[in-house]
């Protein structure tokens, strides 16, 4: 049996080097230098080839560095775990980063996987986060799909999924994309349920302590931290934010919808390219 560290299908190329690392399957682009490695997480009922238009553009823009695309446990060409805590994903991924030999690497999540990368970020050695296009206030969503719980659960799930897929404004991205978008996403009802079933079980108070705890650590740490956005955060967000993670910077990328990565590839790859300089200030 191989040790899960070799490669598998196509070699080295346009689309990296295909490995199976800790369980998760993995593009692995480029060689490890001084620049700090990229661990690029895909969002919720995705999967990593929705990295590959930022890729192609980083190889432009930052040649060769190391970066590495994941598929999430249950996508893809991962396999499926009987749950899908946030902490044990994030800790999943990390098994694979060690496994790689991947020296703090910077953590890029899409999505529900920003939330992924900053628990990874709290816990494990990282240059630091790149959250692209996702809120860190939870109380909102969490009411929200409590609202919901009932037709998420039942035969209603998949009229509801699509207003989700709405909201996410798939209408302003170029025709590429958009059908990147489609090819790549698969919404199965297990899969929502299980990745959402912290946020739908768990007491709103409970969360908004652990949400709380894990951005202290952060702040505590000093860990860089970018926000790509596909539009401007309301006022009152922008202020709490400055409070509980002032080291955070926003970056807008508009008309990008949930998207921002695939709106303007070439603009993110210079984005992620600008984290082969980043330091933490913080043991």
């Known amino acids: 049996m191989g040790t899960g560290n070799e490669p598998v299908g196509r070699s080295d190329g346009a689309l990296g080097t295909v490995r199976n690392l800790a369980g998760l399957a993995v593009d692995d682009f480029g060689e490890s230098?001084?620049?700090?490695?990229?661990?690029?997480?895909?969002?919720?009922?995705?999967?990593?080839t929705?990295?590959?238009?930022?890729?192609?553009?980083?190889?432009?823009?930052?040649?060769?560095?190391?970066?590495?695309?994941?598929?999430?446990?249950?996508?893809?060409?991962?396999?499926?775990?009987?749950?899908?805590?946030?902490?044990?994903?994030?800790?999943?991924?990390?098994?694979?980063?060690?496994?790689?030999?991947?020296?703090?690497?910077?953590?890029?999540?899409?999505?529900?996987?920003?939330?992924?990368a900053g628990v990874y970020a709290g816990q494990f050695p990282t240059r630091g986060v790149v959250n692209v296009d996702q809120p860190l206030q939870t109380a909102q969503?969490?009411?929200?799909?409590?609202?919901?719980?009932?037709?998420?659960?039942?035969?209603?799930?998949?009229?509801?999924?699509?207003q989700f897929a709405a909201s996410m404004h798939t209408e302003l991205l170029p025709a590429t994309a958009q059908e990147l978008v489609r090819a790549t996403s698969n919404p199965r009802q297990d899969l929502v349920l299980g990745y959402w079933r912290e946020v739908l079980e768990r007491p709103a108070?409970?969360?908004?302590?652990?949400?709380?705890?894990?951005?202290?650590?952060?702040?505590?740490?000093?860990?860089?931290?970018?926000i790509v956005a596909g539009s401007d955060p309301e006022p009152d967000y922008?202020?709490?934010?400055?409070?509980?993670?002032?080291?955070?910077?926003?970056?807008?990328?508009?008309d990008s919808g949930h998207f921002p990565h695939l709106a303007h590839p070439e603009r993110f790859a210079e984005c992620l390219a600008a984290t082969a300089r980043w330091t933490t200030t913080a043991a």
Not at 39 to 44: A, D, I, Q, S, T
Not at 100 to 108: N, Q, R, S, T, Y
Not at 141 to 162: C, D, K
Not at 209 to 221: I, M, P, Y
């Open 205 to 226: 108070s409970e969360l908004a302590e652990v949400t709380s705890a894990g951005l202290a650590a952060l702040r505590a740490a000093a860990v860089p931290y970018l």
């Open 33 to 48: 230098d001084a620049r700090s490695p990229l661990v690029l997480l895909h969002g919720l009922t995705f999967d990593r």
């Open 238 to 254: 922008r202020q709490w934010l400055n409070e509980v993670l002032p080291q955070a910077v926003i970056t807008i990328l508009p």
């Open 50 to 116: 929705m990295w590959q238009p930022a890729l192609s553009a980083l190889r432009n823009v930052d040649p060769g560095r190391r970066a590495l695309a994941f598929d999430l446990p249950g996508h893809g060409e991962s396999g499926g775990w009987d749950t899908y805590d946030v902490d044990r994903v994030a800790h999943g991924v990390h098994r694979a980063v060690v496994e790689a030999g991947l020296d703090e690497p910077v953590i890029v999540g899409h999505s529900l996987a920003a939330i992924v």
């Open 141 to 162: 969503f969490a009411g929200f799909l409590e609202s919901i719980a009932y037709q998420l659960r039942g035969p209603g799930f998949p009229a509801m999924w699509e």
